[in-house]
């Protein structure tokens, strides 16, 4: 018997999506953290880090090149919306 049973049903439900789905989702899941503690910077990491992780995810997972272009928008984004933050 198998302790761990959220996982196969984790990964089922998955296996639908390539890697650059999942991290836009969790960036759209994720951007209203820094919206709700009223934070520019938080933001500002924020569209960051989720610009590098999709700017390398067609090379980790083989995903499609938009992910990629995204992923440079974001990462020209961040640093412009922390130069503004107070």
């Known amino acids: 018997m198998s302790i761990l049973v959220p996982?196969?049903?984790?990964?089922?439900?998955?296996?639908?999506?390539?890697?650059?789905?999942?991290i836009l989702a969790m960036f759209i899941l994720s951007l209203p953290v820094g919206f709700v503690f009223g934070s520019r910077k938080i933001t500002a990491i924020n569209v960051s880090m989720f610009g590098l992780l999709l700017t390398l995810a067609p090379s980790l997972g083989g995903g499609d090149v938009y992910f990629g272009y995204l992923g440079i928008i974001l990462l020209v984004l961040g640093p412009m919306i922390y130069s503004i933050a107070k």
């Open 7 to 22: 996982m196969p049903l984790l990964d089922d439900f998955l296996v639908n999506y390539n890697l650059g789905q999942v």
